[in-house]
């Protein structure tokens, strides 16, 4: 059984940054593809960023230019840094990762972002 951990959330003014953080229970390496999602109450759960085994890197639209992810296999952590935040950013973000055909999800972690 695989574990996700996040760490970083919070409230935060329009434009201001944060960063996420996500540690693995185990090694990364044997992970596919691992992604930060955002999920709002009332709505589905959407990719926010994510990047395969390979480092290619995807982010959605509405972050693009804001947004980094990032991925250290060595320490088998995962991270979003967040710039000039938006109000519509606030959401209960999670991690995810694929190993083999199952995903794992962590517990999630509250963004708030105040205008």
């Known amino acids: 059984q695989v574990q996700l951990v996040e760490s970083g959330g919070g409230s935060v003014q329009a434009g201001g940054s944060l960063r996420l953080s996500c540690v693995a229970s185990?090694?990364?390496?044997?992970?596919?593809?691992m992604g930060w999602h955002r999920q709002v109450p009332g709505k589905q759960r959407e990719l926010v960023a994510g990047v395969t085994s390979a480092g290619t890197i995807l982010y959605a639209d509405s972050v693009k230019g804001r947004f980094t992810i990032s991925r250290n296999n060595a320490k088998n952590t995962l991270n979003l840094q967040m710039s000039s935040l938006k109000p519509e950013d606030t959401a209960i973000y999670y991690c995810?990762?694929?190993?083999?055909?199952?995903?794992?999800w962590g517990q999630g972690t509250q963004v708030t972002v105040s205008s």
């Open positions: 995810q990762a694929r190993f083999h055909t199952v995903d794992y």
């Open positions: 185990t090694s990364i390496l044997n992970a596919g593809f």
